[in-house]
């Protein structure tokens, strides 16, 4: 089995050359079955299968099935532009921008972190892979977002309960359909950064 990389790839040497059409194929049927199955259940076995590839392929290309699972949430359809790049000049319409991104695929987004949450409670390995490729990543970026808000004079400085906006924007998600039977739309999730998070950060 090839060795993986800190970003949950196989190592660039030993990996064959798939197509970018391919690649997103693949990613889609992965995560059509962690949807339908639930991280456990998913096998490298019913990947190849439902993709027409060779177990050994997946292997060679990704490591196993963490890897695969992490490049599969990191690479498929059409992601929102990276944090880094979301800079509308005032920090409140930066994070309604975000709550429309969470909106667009609340519905898919949902399932796929019921399916994982309790897998990454469980699964040390894939846990360590989904913090250093996604998680992490995003969170500096979060960060940066917020000190450029201070830098514009926004803030005087990022308040402390700044620390709790990405468990709270995932809660939300995770939440409402609990509690009003609905996804939480863009229209909810704009309302709940302008009547919490805004006056949260004193905005």
Sequence with gaps: MTAPTADGTARRGSRSKLTPEREQELYEAVLDLLRDVGYEAL?????AARTRS????????????PQLVAAALG???SPPPP????????LAEDLRMLAR?????????????????HAMQGDAELARIIRESLVEPELVEFR???RRSVERGEMDD????AEYLPHMFFGVL??????DAEEADEDFLVRFVDTVVLPMLGL
């Design 43 to 47: 096998t490298m076995d019913a990947v």
């Design 174 to 179: 995770l939440a409402r359909p609990i509690i």
């Design 144 to 146: 940066a977002l917020l």
């Design 54 to 65: 060779s177990k050994a392929t997946l292997y060679r290309q990704w490591g196993g099935k």
């Design 101 to 117: 991104w969470a909106a667009r695929d609340a519905v898919q987004d949902t399932a796929l972190l019921r399916a994982l949450g």
């Design 158 to 161: 990022v308040p402390p309960a």
């Design 83 to 90: 944090l880094a790049d979301l800079d509308t000049g005032s």
């Design 75 to 77: 690479g498929c359809g």
